[in-house]
């Protein structure tokens, strides 16, 4: 171990120590296929999916890595990932596992906390996503923050899906609100694997 | 009965459909009402009154008066004459004992009318006070409105939907479609709201207007308006925000620009016996001849002071109604007016003395402008006398009024206040069932001001929400007051315009939760969860949480602290930062070194506490307590947004989740667990380490609130499970067991340690909560010094200090301290704890009673118990188990 | 409450995503006297009209100034704190 912040990654632990989402138990409580990928266990099918994104589907990527980074500054140059500027003085940062190290040395000169565990995301996709995201949130403008089902989340638009991005102590009760305003819309959880989606 | 096709008719013949009323099946055509279909089928009694239960009828038919007011599948006070029918649906009266036509209540109509004017329930079931409940039992029987099924409440499902144009209008008749088109057209997103069945507002009341209307409809949609109907504007909040009830969709709708094209309502005259089944707006009569071909009566007396009473005239003539009596109140209107019923339904009507017979009366006072929107939004409204009519003025920016709401209401006539020599029974608010009398009543007992007479007599505040009583009830307090009705004023607008169910507002039952990642092991393992702030956290595992908290003493307990606040102070003046914030100094701890805090107001007073461990040269990491994270997080980039030090502060609460793993066997386990030494020399009590606890990376802090060897973990939220199974799984042998937060308040108390906000309140100082060890008052400055030296300038006047009930007496949390017959101090905690065999707590007492073995008086159960004072920990005073 | 106001970071926000702190106060310099301690601690000027007054955004978790008339709720203006206006190289630098 070396850095005093070492702590905070998930992504440092062991390969035996499993990671779980905050969302991990109601994935599991729709049927959910699992496998390990990178560490997590990542719900890549749920029953169902293919009528649930027919109208608006569903799923849990809060094992995406995350970075919050201060001051925001310019973004990384990396293919792919998501570079989300909260103020000029605080940015997230989404990306892929294998371009970690290089996003981690273009912002050496910046202040660099790994938030992956902070956040919980859940991806919406579909005809009916739009609806849905009305039926959560006031937030029309993509990326912005604010109250989403009462607490404060950011929504992105990452074509074809829109992210939620939610403290991951909220996750498990935004899921069941999610789900719950779907319904009605014909729409429900699915898989990562049913949409297309950062691995 | 039907009349031939009508030429506007929106009846489909070739569509029946069957309903049941009262137990009765009753037929009507797609594109009815329950309403229409009724009044078709021959009834024409709707409703019974609120207080005198008398027979009512359709009165407006375009779901403005409380007349219709049905229960329509379990639902109460649905309005029938807009609901549309469907097959099958179970439609029923309300507000009756018996039924519609034979309501037994009726005899409070003959009894009550002379006995109840305005407060007599105030003034006559006052006493004996305690025979109230009854009285209210019987009351709220007699007196109301449809009744809720409790079982029910949530029958139907409700979204919110939230939307953002450019500019929603409100109302689709002629000028509200116009203004949508154009600025549809013009390039702007447009919503455009209409309460009723069809778009076209007064267009559709006349025979040459419906092309028009038809043509209106489909420009507005070829612009691209988007139209909601029927739904209604709820109201018109700051800054454009305009909730609309559509159906079981609330909107929340955010404008740029907001068209109001409300309208007018019809207004009703004031005369003896206005309230008669059979009398009614011109409104009515007409759409229920254009839309619905229904004949609406046989012989009929028009009372107009305006054209639409007129024109009514024509549709009565279609429909084959013998026209009586036309009077327009423009040519003089007529001294002695007054109608007769039978059985509740209108007979015959006086004209200056003639008695005329009839089963139909259209009225039509000066329509009123809708303005209550435009009010809302902070309008002005002001009298016009010459048309008799409130207009809007002095809108407010980004809210427009357009077509007949701005007062384009034709030529009209200003009715008198009460027409007729007689003043009893000439409603005044149907729908609380005040009279001209009930009015002037309230005036001459003082309540002379509209909106004081309206709280008095609730004028004005039934179902209709004044539309119907609003302007004749200021007409009434203008004449009686002997003033104009500029000088009476309009009562406040307020939302909700149009009345909605409580179920709409609420929407979909949604409560946030905050869940550590442990949350479901706790419940696999039986936790009871328990609500603490914003989280959900275990009660206990078990029914004996005394005996969980004895176990941590014996050998081994884990409990999830993930809810504590986490955040890191993080730069070159991170050290300068927390000593300019906390009463000690954290800029001399040593990296991997712990120490306590407490955060002081300016005002002294505690905020909250938690530990601070050092763990590099420029990072400190602060705990808080578990409700006190966003705050302290605020307090912190609050005070750096005024001082500008060179540090970051970053709230990590939700992205680490935290174990204490307490007992004399948590050496043991750690021993197991952890890639580093645990030995209490390599890993002292205070120290913070980095290390991997089963292969996670882990922050460990030595530190003890339960009182025995103790090790806080901190790592990785998403290895929540994966480290407490395996902490629990190596421990089995060991008596790892968990623990919740009962047992840890147990264990605390033990040790005598406080919990910010349980044991401290809005008065509570870091000295008379006996911590002044952690006052350093020889630091230059820091938050809440210079109040903290002024208690300690005045002398201490409280203490907190702990306690023990000699006797076993178990005082309540909150219990007062008595000292010499008088309040002095609360108990703020109280446990049995079994490992002592006491009942100990923590008490705020007077600072001369804070010695060891000094007595205080508490009530328990009302007799008066002796405590006695005990200085420091109840349990292992030394700490030997702590450090050991 | 439906008010909008504008956090200089995410534009206009439902007020319920703010959080309202209260007029702007003058910490005493140096030890103060037990009077002006007590007006700095306890007393406010309530104006019925424009005051200055700390927001916290809880989106940005940024805290910024507001001028906003008490009376009518408008927000005349809002901006950064000096401290916050610029965003300085990062405490600590790289990790």
């Known amino acids: ?199 | 009965m039907r009349l031939p096709p009508q030429p506007l008719e929106r009846i489909d013949r070739s569509q029946p459909i069957t309903f049941t009323f009262e137990g009765k099946p009753v037929g009507a055509f797609a594109g009815d009402t329950i309403g229409s279909a009724l009044y078709a089928a021959g009834r024409r009694v709707f409703s019974r009154s609120f207080k005198y239960h008398r027979p009512r009828g359709l009165q407006c038919c375009s779901g403005h008066c409380a007349n219709c007011q049905m229960t329509v599948d379990g639902i109460p006070n649905v309005r029938v004459c807009i609901e549309p029918v469907r097959e099958g649906v179970v439609v029923g009266g309300q507000n009756t004992l018996g039924s519609l036509d034979h309501d037994l209540l009726r005899v409070t109509d003959k009894l009550g009318g002379p006995f109840t004017p305005p407060g007599f329930y105030y003034k006559t079931f006052i006493r004996p006070r305690r025979l109230w409940p009854l009285y209210e039992k019987v009351l709220r029987n007699v007196a109301g409105l449809g009744k809720l099924d409790p079982a029910g409440a949530r029958s139907q499902r409700v979204d919110v939907e939230h939307r953002h144009v450019d500019v929603v209008v409100v109302g689709g008749g002629r000028s509200g479609l116009e203004a949508a088109i154009e600025a549809a057209e013009r390039g702007e997103s447009v919503l455009l709201v209409e309460e009723g069945l069809d778009l076209g507002g007064s267009l559709l009341a006349r025979s040459d207007g419906i092309e028009a209307a038809h043509a209106l409809r489909r420009r507005a949609a070829d612009a691209g308006v988007e139209v909601l109907h029927p739904a209604v504007a709820i109201g018109l909040f700051e800054q454009n925000l305009v909730p609309v009830a559509c159906g079981n969709l609330l909107l929340k709708v955010r404008a740029r620009r907001v068209v109001v094209a409300a309208g007018v309502t019809e207004q009703p005259l004031v005369f003896p016996g206005n309230d008669l089944v059979g009398v009614m707006l011109p409104g009515a009569a007409t759409r229920l001849v254009n839309a619905w071909s229904i004949k609406p009566g046989e012989r009929a007396v028009v009372l107009a002071a305006d054209d639409r009473g007129v024109a009514a005239t024509e549709a009565l003539e279609a429909a084959g109604v013998e026209l009586v009596r036309v009077v327009d109140l423009r040519d003089g209107q007529p001294p002695n007016l007054e109608a007769q019923g039978r059985r509740g339904r209108v007979c015959q009507v006086s004209l200056d003395g003639r008695w005329v017979k009839c089963d139909l009366v259209v009225m039509s006072g000066s329509p009123q402008p809708n303005t209550k929107l435009l009010a809302q939004a902070g309008a002005r409204v002001e009298y016009d006398a010459a048309r008799g009519i409130f207009v809007p003025a002095d809108l407010p920016a980004g809210v427009e009024a357009v077509g007949s709401v701005t007062g384009e209401v034709g030529a009209t006539a200003v009715p008198e206040p009460v027409l007729g020599y007689r003043g009893d029974k000439c409603f005044v608010c149907f729908c609380e069932d005040q009279t001209t009398k009930d009015l002037k009543y309230a005036i001459a007992e003082g309540f002379d001001s509209i909106e004081l007479s309206k709280r008095y007599t609730t004028v004005t505040m039934g179902p209709c929400q004044g539309r119907l009583c609003h302007v004749p009830s200021i007409r009434v307090h203008a004449k009686q007051n002997g003033v104009d009705e500029n000088t009476i004023g309009t009562t406040t607008a307020r939302p909700p315009a149009t009345p909605i169910s409580l179920g709409l507002l609420a929407g979909r039952p949604q409560e946030p939760v905050k869940r550590t990642s442990l949350h479901h092991r706790h419940e696999d393992l039986g936790g009871r969860m328990m609500w603490t702030g914003a989280w959900k956290r275990p009660h206990s595992y078990g029914d004996d949480p005394a005996e969980e908290a004895q176990h941590v003493h014996r050998a081994l307990g884990l409990i999830d602290v993930s809810t504590l606040g986490k955040l890191l102070v993080a730069g070159p003046e991170a050290g300068a930062f927390l000593d300019r914030l906390y009463p000690n100094r954290f800029s001399d701890l040593k990296v991997g070194r712990i120490r306590y805090g407490v955060l002081t107001t300016d005002s002294g007073r505690i905020m909250d506490d938690g530990t601070v461990a050092r763990l590099d040269d420029l990072t400190y990491y602060v705990t808080t307590t578990s409700t006190g994270a966003d705050g302290v997080y605020q307090w912190f980039t609050w005070w750096n947004a005024v001082w500008g030090m060179d540090v970051e502060i970053a709230n990590v609460t939700g992205a680490l989740a935290a174990v204490n793993v307490a007992g004399p066997n948590a050496r043991t386990l750690m021993e197991g667990l952890c890639d580093v030494d645990v030995s209490n020399e390599a890993f002292a009590y205070l120290d913070a380490k980095h290390c991997r606890v089963a292969g996670v990376p882990t922050l460990a802090l030595r530190i003890g609130f339960v009182g025995e060897l103790g090790y806080e973990l901190h790592f990785p939220s998403p290895h929540g499970e994966h480290v407490w199974d395996t902490l629990l799984e190596r421990g089995a042998d060991l008596g790892a067991r968990p623990f919740g937060l009962e047992p840890q308040r147990i264990l605390r108390l033990e040790k005598g340690h406080v919990i910010v906000s349980q044991d401290t309140d809005s008065e509570s100082n870091v000295l008379e909560a006996a911590m002044p060890w952690i006052f350093k008052a020889d630091k230059p400055d820091f938050v809440g010094k210079w109040a903290t030296e002024q208690v300690s300038e005045r002398g201490l006047r409280w203490m907190l200090v702990g306690f023990e009930s000699p006797n076993g007496a178990m005082p309540l949390e909150g219990g007062q301290v008595v000292v010499g017959g008088r309040s002095a101090g609360r108990v703020t905690s109280v446990r049995r704890s079994a490992e002592l065999g006491k009942v100990i707590g923590l008490a705020i007492v007077p600072a001369e009673l804070a010695e060891h073995g000094s007595s205080f008086q508490v009530q328990v159960d009302g007799r008066v118990e002796s405590m006695t004072v005990h200085l420091g920990p109840f349990f292992d005073p030394e700490g030997a188990r702590l450090k050991a | 409450m439906a008010m909008l106001v504008p956090c200089p970071n995410c534009g206009p926000r439902e007020v319920e995503e703010l959080r309202n702190a209260g007029e702007t106060t003058r910490r005493p310099a140096d030890t103060p006297s037990v009077r002006d301690l007590n007006a700095y601690i306890y007393f406010r000027d309530n104006v019925a009209g424009v005051q200055r007054e700390w927001w916290f955004c809880r989106v940005c978790e940024d805290w910024f100034l507001a001028e906003r008339h008490t009376v009518t709720n408008e927000v005349v203006r809002t901006w950064l704190p000096a401290a916050l206006a610029s965003a300085r190289s990062a405490a600590g630098g790289a990790r």
Do not use: N
Request: proline share 8%; glycine share 10%; charged share 20%.
């Open chain 1, 1 to 199: 171990m070396s850095g005093a912040l070492d702590f905070l990654s998930p992504g440092l632990a062991e390969p035996a120590a499993v990671a779980r989402s905050s969302l991990e138990r109601c994935q599991r409580d729709a049927g959910a296929t699992f496998e390990e990928r990178g560490g997590w266990l990542v719900p890549v099918s749920i029953p169902g999916e293919d009528a649930h994104l027919a109208h608006v589907g569903i799923a849990d990527l809060s094992h995406v890595t995350k970075l919050e980074v201060r001051p925001a500054g310019d973004a990384p140059e990396a293919p792919g990932s998501v570079w989300y500027p909260l103020s000029r003085r605080r940015a997230l940062c989404f990306c892929h596992v294998p371009q970690l190290a290089e996003v981690r040395a273009q912002l050496a000169d910046r202040l660099v906390l790994d938030v992956t565990a902070a956040y919980a995301v859940l991806a919406l996709q579909g005809p009916e996503a739009p609806t849905l995201l009305r039926r959560l949130t006031h937030l029309h403008h993509f990326p912005s923050g604010g109250d989403v089902a009462h607490v404060t989340a950011h929504v992105l638009e990452q074509a074809p899906s829109y992210w939620i991005v939610v403290a991951q102590e909220y996750g498990h009760y935004l899921w069941e609100v999610a789900v719950d305003r779907a319904g009605p819309l014909g729409g429900g959880p699915v898989g990562v694997d049913a949409i297309g989606a950062l691995r």
